[in-house]
T-cell receptor, first 113, second 113 residues
Framework: DQQVKQNSPSLSVQEGRISILNCDYT??????FLWYKKYPAEGPTFLIS?????DKNEDGRFTVFLNKSAKHLSLHIVPSQPGDSAVYFC????????????FGKGTHLIIQP | DGGITQSPKYLFRKEGQNVTLSCEQN?????MYWYRQDPGQGLRLIYY???????QKGDIAEGYSVSREKKESFPLTVTSAQKNPTAFYLC????????????FGDGTRLSIL
């Protein structure tokens, strides 16, 4: 039973436009969410996080929005750049289980010139 | 330059053999984690350790063992009991505190000959 879902395996966006990556979760005990970016054959790199007491967190080109009632969060990247092409993982903490992150399956973002 | 080092990058194992994956960090982090990534899957937690000489099972601990004798090191042994060991293994660490982001190594790809 997947507790964190990223329903789009891939997303293609034109350079300069906005990229929106979505993540849904089912466990209402999750209270902290993180986005990671991963290039092939490398480990994930932390991008941005949000606590469940907030609904928005912004860091440069990256903004994460959290809708607790819908159990949905999204990562906005604007403007999208070629170096943003990577796999993005949504992770959640606090699900009442182990202390590690629960991850979604990832979304492969492709930025087209 | 602080970071997490996983070695080797590629590892091959014969069926029935145990194999140990190395993970070292010089970030002075208390917590360390092992994840497994399979094609089309998110990262799944194998084991984690919040402090030296203590570790806990994650979601998929069967067929794996760990030790945490030093703060800097958290080796993972893939035993012959792990029926499907071929995967990409990622080690992570984080500072003490619930909402500290995890920092990942570049991973080890394990293949069965």
């Amino acid at each position: 039973d997947q507790q964190v879902k990223q329903n789009s395996p891939s997303l293609s966006v034109q350079e300069g436009r906005i990229s929106i990556l979505n993540c849904d979760y089912t466990n209402s005990m999750f209270d902290y969410f993180l986005w990671y970016k991963k290039y092939p054959a490398e480990g994930p790199t932390f991008l941005i996080s949000i606590s469940s007491i907030k609904d928005k967190n912004e860091d440069g080109r990256f903004t994460v929005f959290l809708n607790k009632s819908a159990k949905h969060l999204s990562l906005h990247i604007v403007p999208s750049q070629p170096g943003d092409s990577a796999v993005y993982f949504c992770g959640a903490l606090g699900g009442g289980g182990a202390d590690g992150l629960t991850f979604g399956k990832g979304t492969h973002l492709i930025i087209q010139p | 330059d602080g970071g997490i080092t996983q070695s080797p990058k590629y590892l091959f194992r014969k069926e029935g053999q145990n194999v140990t994956l190395s993970c070292e960090q010089n970030l002075n982090h208390d917590a360390m984690y092992w994840y497994r990534q399979d094609p089309g899957q998110g990262l799944r937690l194998i084991y984690y350790s919040q402090i030296v000489n203590d570790f806990q099972k994650g979601d998929i601990a069967e067929g794996y063992s760990v030790s945490r004798e030093k703060k800097e090191s958290f080796p993972l042994t893939v035993t012959s009991a792990q029926k499907n060991p071929t995967a990409f293994y990622l080690c992570a660490s984080s500072a003490q505190g619930y909402n500290q982001p995890q920092h990942f190594g570049d991973g080890t790809r394990l293949s069965i000959l």
